[in-house]
């Protein structure tokens, strides 16, 4: 099969790595010149260019460039676009971008592969980044069929393990479990800094532990990622925020009244429910 | 040197075994016959009862019970105690426990261990535990030297990273590393149990990866300790929650004006602090 990659970077290199190791035809676009000549050098693609043209055989097009690119990218691919191709993208945030690309290409289905490194860009593209992790298809009531068999083959030929769902229910359960973590962990430590008294806070900088180390890790991440989550998936994340200020409320309100038993109520449920987000 | 433990558990049983293998003669005291034999068993201690008695000829005692039974313990302690001998506890938080041992056997040294496994009770005691891992030591002005230099010579045997700081520094400084956290990471998880949608929440709990584990792991922990830590430096953790709460409502606030200039420079602040804490 002819398979375009547009955006060529961690995902979109890896996804080439893959589609091409399966025997398929896999071409790259990205804007930088230099990404192009890399994932040739690499055997990464079987050809990439920084035009779209190169996207005309495809026969499948995985848009891969950052959240806020891919409509645009979109708009850009279709003039260039086979009228049977499907186009498929990796966005974080579902609902605006399928809402959004489905109005301007009908054989598009919303994908999010859940796989990730710490680090970024082509260089750190890995032959099968994919297996065994979440891959989310997001196809609505008007997708056509042959559009959604076709991602979720070559979807399911990565080993991922697939989720279908619909666009807003990704959007809701990414907010609590991957957006609201990183508000919640960023501002424990906004709240550290926030200690006046300059022994207190190098004492608690040396005594930082593990509990320290897992709770403000999300929140000590790159920056650009934590704002792309709020500014995309703003109305997802603004519910999660207030229901989490309700708990964090009814917390504080048990300590301020000593009502032991009603935290320990709490704490008996938390325990009880991490099981079940963590197998 | 003859040294008394009293509560052989985790914390306890580890003090134990380090000082014999020291050469010491260590005695252990347990309320339970059962850990008593254990630890004889085991070689944890040369000899152990259920009677403060056996505690006559200690120069030190390590107070390892419960936070909630160092007071009640230290008053057992001292009808059979030797007037030189020296106190010291492994309690979390030290001010309260400070102030009223203090008046009950001036020499007196409040300590906190920062070294702990998932596993509690004897069976789980094991040696060196307490190698490179902070101790902070409580002194306050009227604890007399001679026994702080006591205390400070034994826990620098452990090879632990000794850290001096006054009771009330050690429960502002943990509150903001140990115990914010546990409360920030539990009402995450409650709030994520306040979806409605069972749909949305079974997605969240299939798709919850690495950020969520982490972010979670103390707030799904042991329901006691949580409470533990709320009653006994109450104070402390409620200011700290309310500056949590204060950073929350600033981000909160930020999303909701769509002011991302704001939400970038708050996290890149976070970015740029956690490395002081996580070295």
Redesign the interface.
Known sequence: MNIGIVGLGLIGGSLALDFKAQGHQVFGVSRREDTCRQAIARGVVADASSHMNLMAAAEVVFICTPIAAIVPTVTQLIPHLAPTAVVTDVGSVKAPIVQSVSQLWANFVGGHP?SGTAEQGLAAAQPNLFVG??Y?LTPTTSTPDTAIQLVEALVRSLKSQI?F?RPE??D???A???H????????????????S?Q??LE???????S??????????????L??MM??HN?SA??Q?????????????S???Q?N?QA??T??????Q??????Q
């Open positions: 859940m992790n979440p989310v989720f769902c229910d990704h809701r359960a990414v609590w479990i991957s609201l973590p990183v508000m919640v962990s960023a501002s424990l430590i906004s709240a550290c800094l926030s200690e008294d022994t207190v004492l608690a900088q040396s005594l930082a532990s509990g320290f180390r897992d709770s403000s890790r999300v929140g000590g991440g790159n920056p650009e934590g704002v709020a500014q703003r994340v603004l999660s925020l207030q229901a989490y200020r309700h708990c964090l409320d009814h917390l504080i048990a300590i301020e000593e032991w935290l320990t709490q704490f008996q449920q938390t325990q429910a991490r099981p079940k987000f963590v």
